[in-house]
Structure formats: structure tokens, C-alpha cells
């Protein structure tokens, strides 16, 4: 039996989608919302600050999560919920990165 998947689809407001069934796992697999990467930039070399860009949103990996004991998904997901800021600081960190390493074709 594969790991449960626990989706973070957003965090404003905070939206989260988890599999029904309340039996026992060792293992959880977590998905972070999209990141969005720019592609190309229009902005003509930066002189449109915040110019426009060619972009698209991907995908996050999944994150699997190994318990010391088993637990039921909606145990793993109330302490997905107690930590969320946890998992919105690593998200934002993900984006941040994109964004400073700039457009990927330009």
C-alpha cells in the first residue's frame, strides 16, 4: 500500500485535500502548492520594474513524511494543520529561490 497523499493546495486562505480512511501508517506523502516559474522576460532588461513575463506554475515534488509509529492520516493531517506556518515558510523559501535565479530562457 502506498503512503497516503496530503495536498496543500493554498494557504490564503488555507485549503487541503487528504484521503479518506482511517487506518494506521507509518508513512505520508505531503505536496506543496505550485511554485511559479518565469520562463522569459519581457520587461526589455529590466527597465519595466516588475515587467511582464512568459511564466508557468509547476508542480512541487512531494515530500514523504516517516513516522516513529503509526498514525491515522487525520492524525498526520492535524499536525500538518499545527504546523502550517512551517510548511508555508518552505514553500516561500521554494518560490523565493525561483525568483532570484530569474527567468530560465533569458
Do not use: Y
Not at 485535500?17 to 482511517?22: D, E, H, N
Not at 503509526?70 to 521554494?94: E, H, K, M, Q
Request: with cysteine; net charge negative; glycine share 10%.
Amino acid at each position: 500500500m502506498s503512503a497516503p497523499l496530503i495536498i496543500i493546495e493554498g494557504f490564503d486562505p488555507l485549503r487541503l485535500t487528504f484521503p479518506a480512511g482511517t487506518g494506521l501508517t507509518s508513512e505520508a506523502r505531503v505536496r506543496l502548492p505550485p511554485v511559479h516559474v518565469k520562463l522569459l522576460d519581457l520587461s526589455m532588461g529590466g527597465l519595466i520594474p516588475d515587467g511582464p513575463h512568459i511564466g508557468m506554475d509547476a508542480p512541487m515534488t512531494e515530500l514523504i513524511i516517516t513516522l516513529a509509529e503509526p498514525a491515522t492520516v487525520g492524525n498526520i493531517f492535524d499536525a500538518i494543520v499545527g504546523n502550517i506556518d512551517a510548511w508555508r515558510d518552505l514553500w516561500l523559501a521554494s518560490q523565493q529561490a525561483l525568483d532570484k535565479c530569474g527567468p530560465i530562457l533569458g
